[in-house]
């Protein structure tokens, strides 16, 4: 059976160190007031994760801490939030909480380190506290639709229509960003026509930037090597020219009968080679000058055109290499107003048929939740009864929600409701919230009762009461006493109580206490043995002064458990 085996508390406000070792069943916690009892809560509640208040520390120590261990080898809530939490899978948890008198807190679960929300939400899957005055869950009508669904063993109905809402809801996300799309391509269109017809003008094409600007580099330096050449051959070629001189003062030294001989025939023939060479030069020179690519025309072009691309980069705010992708952008938004009313109707028949799906699936839900709610609510008025509320009615309210609050929990909302103080055979019923039930008292034992009758098919493993019986005795006390017994065979069930008729029909008995240890004021916790736990009834019958009356009340008190 899934519950709470060992509390271990050190230096927690009164508590020194206490070591709690729990059982099955109903396990009473009593003693006289102020002896600790609601230390042992507030310690149970660290290891919970609710919040730490460094006030908790033991006077004089560095650090208090808590200790739980729990069995959760049937608690398939646990298991899963193990896995959520990504720590091993385990049959027995053991949580940790550490807290320092500078407030300071550290949670470990299994040795491994959580966040207290981490630990808070494995504590919702452990442990159910209900107060005389804290009934949270009485309250909260997302919890009444659960706990309905649970008693109806309506888990794989509900499934199926959670799947079928997601479905639903995928479909109108899905349609809802298509229309969106649509619609702010459709408030741009003429700007976006604009941006198109302007773009497909200019035809920009990606790395065209670099292209061009490396053709103008190459021709303005083509311009240059041009103006170069032209002034060599315009030297070579200046007065006479290069060539004809060598030609002149050649055939001046060949006519001449002055310049025979060899040392003429080679100035001669020097002037001969001087003068082909210079032919082979001014000729490579012009065929470097025809070869040279400048074109004053084609670089204006290459000019004009990059001019045009930053202009249109400086307009659209990006740079000249992201146009094409522009371009392309803005064709899409267009034709996505030409292309898409066809999705758009695609996905509205989609999501009508999600829709439709939906809807059957919730609506045999509802019909279930209806014909249970009759079901449960006479199981608990057979609870009420024994309690001594029998002029008390319960109502399941089922509503039917505008479809916009419809959720993966179908269509309908429930609310427990009850009326109080109704007359036997009385038809006019005023209803009312069970929040709005008149006394605290009669708010813990409706609860007792909706446990009681929801045991068998949804309970948390461990329940605590804190004083669930305030207010009662007599009768009423021995009837939350008898009812608690029974929830504690579906369930492990804390209660904390002042009184003997429901301190007897624990099957644990734990006494809390204050004793004086080294000047010191200490809390302690003891299981009692039967002849202890008969003296603690009785104590608890007559007082300070125990007589042999009680100590036979509280034998009394003990046969029926």
Known sequence: MAMLTQLSIRNIVLIESCEIFLKSGLCVL???????????????????????????VRQGEAQGSVSAEFDISNNEGAQALLKELEL???????????????????CLVNDQQV???????????????????????????????????????????????????QQW??????????KAQIEQAAREQEYLQHMRNELKQLSPQAGEEDMLATQRTTMMQSEKL??????????????????????????????????????????????????????????????????????????????????????????YNMPVDELAKLYEDVEGKLSLIDSQEHKLKDIEKRTAQARDAFTQLAVKLSEARKKASGKLEKAIEQELTPLKMENTRFR????????????????????????????????????????????????SRFMLAMKVALSSVRSTPTIIFDEIDTGTGGAVAAAIGERLSVLGKHAQVLVVTHLPQVAARGSQHLLVNKQAKAK??????????????????????????????????AQKLLEPA
């Not at 003693?31 to 609710?50: C, M, N, Q, W, Y």
């Open 169 to 178: 809801r995928s479909c109108m996300d899905e349609r809802e960003a298509l």
């Open 88 to 106: 091993e899978a385990a049959d027995t948890v053991i949580i940790r909480r550490s807290l320092s008198a500078d407030g300071k807190t550290r």
């Open 115 to 165: 966040t207290v929300a981490g630990l808070k939400k494995l504590g919702d899957t452990l442990v159910e506290v209900h107060g005389q005055h804290d009934q949270r869950s009485l309250q909260d009508s997302s919890i009444h639709r659960a706990l309905l669904d649970d008693y109806a063993k309506l888990a794989t109905q509900r499934k199926a229509v959670a799947e079928s809402y």
């Open 226 to 315: 041009f103006e170069v050449l032209n002034e060599t051959i315009g030297e070579l070629n200046s007065g006479k020219g290069v060539i004809a001189s060598l030609r002149s003062a050649q055939r001046m030294l060949t006519r001449s009968t002055l310049t025979s001989g060899e040392t003429y025939t080679a100035i001669i023939e020097g002037l001969e080679k001087a003068a082909i060479e210079a032919e082979e030069a001014i000729y490579a020179l012009e065929k470097a000058g025809q070869n040279a690519t400048y074109n004053p025309q084609k670089l204006e072009e290459i000019e004009e055109r990059l001019f045009a691309l930053k202009a249109a980069g400086r307009k």
């Open 30 to 56: 009593s003693g006289e007031t102020g002896a600790g009892k609601s230390i042992l809560l507030d310690s149970l509640g660290l290891v919970l994760g609710a919040r730490a208040d460094s006030g908790l």
């Open 520 to 553: 010191k004021v200490i809390t302690q916790v003891e299981e009692l043995s039967p002849t202890q736990r008969e003296e603690e009834l009785a104590r608890m019958l007559a007082g300070a002064t125990i007589t042999q009356e009680a100590r036979k009340a």
């Open 396 to 443: 399941v309210r089922i509503d039917t929600l505008e479809d916009n609050n419809w959720s993966e929990w179908g269509m309908n909302s429930v609310r427990f409701e009850c009326a109080t103080n109704v007359a036997k055979g009385d038809k006019d019923v005023a209803y009312a919230p069970l929040n709005k039930i008149a006394s605290g008292g009669e708010l």
